[in-house]
T-cell receptor, first 113, second 115 residues
Framework: AQSVSQHNHHVILSEAASLELGCNYS??????LFWYVQYPGQHLQLLLK??????LVKGIKGFEAEFIKSKFSFNLRKPSVQWSDTAEYFC???????????FGIGTKLQVIP | DGGITQSPKYLFRKEGQNVTLSCEQN?????MYWYRQDPGQGLRLIYY???????QKGDIAEGYSVSREKKESFPLTVTSAQKNPTAFYLC??????????????FGEGSRLTVL
């Protein structure tokens, strides 16, 4: 079955530390890739997306992600985190351009001032 | 403002009762979704609909039912057959385009508690 794996379930970082959250998906072929973020008390919102083209995509608030097709990965990065980045981050995948969106289990990020 | 409205925000239900969660969108999106969010399990797809009068089961459809009679509305019924209905339910919508499928806009969620 198609699945999305997020390896880090709970990450604690100090402010200014660098962040990398892993995301891997099963099966190859054409994929659309997403990272969503859920800040405390807020609804889920799109952080960044990849449909095609440059495999390094930039999103809001200084986040970026790199699509590595050979590794079936789409890792999220940020060079220097802030306390306001404390949130839960979800990787999501659509296979074949269809509408079914499959999410990973999420990574809770806690940034300590 | 365009967006997705879910109601009620909080709902309590006795065991054996059916309950319907409302989801309305004014984004003119064709596709709509229902997810269930549980701690440590991420978002799991219950049902989704790409067009009016059509919907597909997701990964955990048992004990749930939906309808899509209007483009802007996609209500979810949690039936008494759902074994563990206490959860946070999220509705989402997206444009229906093969190349850009998956960019979802979410509502604020409905928290259902079964007493």
């Amino acid at each position: 079955a198609q699945s999305v794996s997020q390896h880090n379930h709970h990450v604690i970082l100090s402010e200014a530390a660098s962040l990398e959250l892993g995301c891997n998906y099963s099966y190859g072929g054409t994929v659309n890739l997403f990272w969503y973020v859920q800040y405390p008390g807020q609804h889920l919102q799109l952080l960044l997306k990849y449909f095609s083209g440059d495999p390094l995509v930039k999103g809001i608030k200084g986040f970026e992600a790199e699509f590595i097709k050979s590794k079936f990965s789409f890792n999220l990065r940020k060079p220097s985190v802030q306390w306001s980045d404390t949130a839960e981050y979800f990787c999501a995948v659509v296979w074949g351009g269809y509408q079914k969106v499959t999410f990973g289990i999420g990574t809770k990020l806690q940034v300590i001032p | 403002d365009g967006g997705i409205t879910q109601s009620p925000k909080y709902l309590f239900r006795k065991e054996g009762q059916n309950v319907t969660l409302s989801c309305e969108q004014n984004l003119n999106h064709d596709a709509m979704y229902w997810y269930r969010q549980d701690p440590g399990q991420g978002l799991r797809l219950i049902y989704y609909s790409q067009i009016v009068n059509d919907f597909q089961k997701g990964d955990i459809a048992e004990g749930y039912s939906v309808s899509r009679e209007k483009k802007e509305s996609f209500p979810l019924t949690v039936t008494s057959a759902q074994k563990n209905p206490t959860a946070f339910y999220l509705c989402a919508s997206s444009i229906r385009h093969r190349g850009s499928g998956g960019e979802l806009f979410f509502g604020e969620g409905s928290r259902l508690t079964v007493l």
